[in-house]
């Protein structure tokens, strides 16, 4: 999700009823303690107490690291700034991040996702939460239990768990059932996150996993208003109809707007893509108008393209 889920995403996504809280992008921590510039980059929420996006919502900063000492360090320098919660990420399954020991790379010894979640709890005390995300392991799930308790242990007062492995990256199926299995085990509440992309699955991944929430990710921007969809059919037991390519382009076209504001015309071209390339996996016009515009360069030929009817659509080259 990085690159993506930033305070604009954030702010768009959230403005409609369906989100309880949201987590940044992760601010990356290596062995020193970051500036307040780095964290008011990621969570620009922090202008505000607590942080939360315009419309309420809490937001919740997320470190991802490997060194206890920097990661406590950073997790205070985090609450000095206001932050109302960390999120400990164990979850990232990019090379990079792993190469250099951050993310999923931890999930091969337990021990020492223990020791930086107690690190960062002992860090901030009993002043704001510690949470923490895994996947099912590294290589296989051998380990998938006893990391998720070691993140108990550790202080971790919810887990969410990315239903793969990190070596099964993004791949389908997700195993919901193995959710449940760690679900059980733990006293905290556990979250079921991966391949939640409409209501029926939604609905799948928290009978077979037992759980009482979801983390929404990809399926988010997939299609904006699934967290919506979900919250309305709690409340009335009514399905809303699929969402129409309209309301998809009028939410990349805010974004753009919002984007402009701060970044070169080339940045939120490519941020556009990124998110339109989320959106066309789950719906055919996405999918088309990806194909046409994938190689455009301009914003307002990128937005002329999102806005223009399916006639007037040019075939894609």
């Not at 996504?13 to 992008?25: K, Q, S």
């Not at 393209?305 to 006639?311: F, V």
């Given at each position: ?60 900063l ?35 991040v ?14 020492r ?6 690190a ?41 768990v ?108 490519s ?8 959106m ?38």
């Open positions: 999700m990085e690159g993506v889920i930033d305070a604009h995403a954030r702010t768009l996504l959230t403005a409609r009823p369906g989100f309880d809280w949201t987590v940044t992008e992760f601010v990356r921590v290596v062995d020193a303690r970051l500036p307040p510039r780095v964290f008011h980059k990621h969570c620009p929420e922090l202008a505000v107490t607590p942080p939360a996006t315009p419309s309420g919502i809490p937001v919740q997320q470190l991802l690291g490997s060194d206890p000492a920097a990661l406590a360090a950073n997790a205070r320098q985090a609450l000095r700034l206001g932050a109302d919660g960390i999120d400990l990420n164990f979850g990232c399954p990019a090379k990079t792993n190469r250099h020991d951050g993310g999923a790379a931890l999930l091969r010894d337990p021990r996702v223990e020791a930086a979640v107690a960062v709890a002992a860090a901030v005390g009993d002043a704001i939460p510690v949470t923490a995300k895994i996947r099912l392991g590294f290589s296989d799930r051998r380990l998938a239990l006893a990391c998720a308790l070691a993140a108990q242990r550790g202080g971790a007062q919810h887990l969410v990315h239903a793969r492995t990190r070596d099964e990256g993004y791949r389908p199926p997700a195993h919901w059932e193995w959710i449940g299995r760690i679900r059980r085990a733990l006293a905290i509440p556990v979250i079921a996150n991966g391949d939640i992309w409409t209501l029926e699955e939604y609905w799948k991944a928290r009978t077979l996993s037992g759980c009482r929430d979801v983390m929404l990710g990809r399926g988010a921007l997939a299609d904006p208003w699934l967290a919506p969809r979900i919250r309305h059919w709690q409340a009335t037991g009514e399905h809303l109809p699929a969402t129409p390519w309209a309301a998809r382009a009028a939410i990349l076209s805010d974004y753009a707007a919002m984007q402009h504001s701060t970044l070169p015309e080339r940045v939120v071209v941020l556009l893509k990124q998110w339109l390339n989320q066309r996996g789950r719906d055919a016009e996405a999918a088309r108008r990806f194909a046409t515009l994938r190689r455009i360069t301009t914003l307002d030929d990128f937005l002329e393209g999102l806005a223009a009817t399916q006639d007037e659509m040019p075939l894609a080259g």
